[in-house]
C-alpha cells in the first residue's frame, strides 16, 4: 500500500508518538497497522529514526524503537517467515543485551517468545503437510505431539522468565502483560505435557501439567 506525503506524514508523528506502555498496548496498536498494511511504512519510519539517533546517548528511546521495530517485523504477513522471525530475534537480543529497565526486560523476553511460538507453529504445520503428503491424505498428530519442540522450550523458557519478571515488579505495565505472559507459558507447557505423553514420558507430562494449573491459579488470584 503506497502512502502520499500527507499520508505518511500523519502515519510518522502517529508511529514516533506511541508510548511505551507494555506489550498489550504495542501489538494493539501492531494489529491496527496490519489491518491498514502500513506496518512496511511504520518500519521504515522507525529505521530512519534509529539512524538519526545513531549518535545519541537516548538508549532508552532506542531501546523503545528497536522493540517496535521487532515487533512489526515478526507480525507482518506480507515478509517471509524464516526472514522475520531471524530479523525479528536479531533485534530482541540486542534490546536484551543492553542495560534496560524491568518492562524492557520483560517485553523483549515475551516477544522473543512470541516469535520462537510462532516459528514452531509454522514448522509443525509445514511437517504435518509433508507427512499427509507422503502418508496418502494422512495427517501427523496434532500440534503439541509432534517430536521436536525444541522451538517450544525454547519459547517456554522465554514466557516463563517474563512471567516471573511481571509477577515480581508491581509496576502498572507489567500486571497489565502478567496474564499474557501467564497463559502462554501455561498453554506451552500443556503442548509440552502432550508431547511428553505421547513420548511415553508420563510422570514428566504431569509435572509440566501441574505447573500450567499453578500459573493459572496465580493469574486467578492476581490478574
Given at each position: 500500500m503506497s502512502l502520499n506525503q500527507d499520508e505518511y506524514t500523519r502515519l510518522k508523528e502517529e508511529v514516533l508518538a506511541q508510548t511505551f506502555a507494555g506489550l498489550q498496548d504495542m501489538t494493539r496498536y501492531?494489529?491496527?497497522?496490519?489491518?491498514?498494511?502500513?506496518?512496511?511504512?511504520?518500519?521504515?519510519?522507525?529505521?530512519?529514526?534509529?539512524?538519526?539517533?545513531a549518535s545519541t546517548r537516548?538508549?532508552?528511546?532506542?531501546?523503545?524503537?528497536?522493540?517496535?521495530?521487532?515487533?512489526y517485523t515478526y507480525r507482518d504477513p506480507s515478509l517471509g517467515i524464516e526472514g522475520r522471525t531471524r530479523e525479528a530475534l536479531d533485534l530482541l537480543a540486542e534490546v536484551d543485551?543492553?542495560?534496560?529497565?524491568?518492562?524492557?526486560?520483560?517485553?523483549?523476553l515475551a516477544m522473543t517468545g512470541d516469535v520462537r511460538k510462532l516459528a514452531w507453529e509454522v514448522d509443525n504445520v509445514r511437517r504435518r503437510e509433508a507427512g499427509a503428503r507422503s502418508a496418502g491424505g494422512?495427517?501427523?498428530?496434532?500440534?503439541?505431539n509432534h517430536r521436536d519442540a525444541g522451538e517450544l522450550k525454547a519459547a517456554l523458557s522465554y514466557f516463563g522468565r517474563s512471567f516471573e519478571l511481571c509477577g515480581a515488579a508491581p509496576a502498572p505495565a507489567?500486571?497489565?502483560?502478567?496474564?499474557?505472559?501467564?497463559?502462554?507459558?501455561?498453554?506451552?507447557?500443556?503442548?509440552?505435557a502432550g508431547h511428553d505423553a505421547a513420548s511415553g514420558e508420563a510422570a514428566s507430562g504431569a509435572a509440566r501439567r501441574e505447573q500450567a494449573r499453578a500459573i493459572r491459579g496465580e493469574l486467578e488470584a492476581r490478574v
Open positions: 501492531a494489529e491496527q497497522l496490519k489491518v491498514g498494511k502500513r506496518l512496511r511504512h511504520a518500519r521504515d519510519i522507525i529505521r530512519k529514526e534509529l539512524d538519526d539517533r537516548d538508549e532508552a528511546r532506542r531501546r523503545e524503537l528497536k522493540l517496535m521495530l521487532a515487533l543485551s543492553l542495560d534496560r529497565g524491568a518492562v524492557e526486560h520483560h517485553v523483549a494422512v495427517a501427523e498428530p496434532p500440534v503439541g507489567l500486571l497489565a502483560d502478567l496474564g499474557y505472559t501467564g497463559l502462554n507459558a501455561a498453554f506451552l507447557l500443556d503442548l509440552l
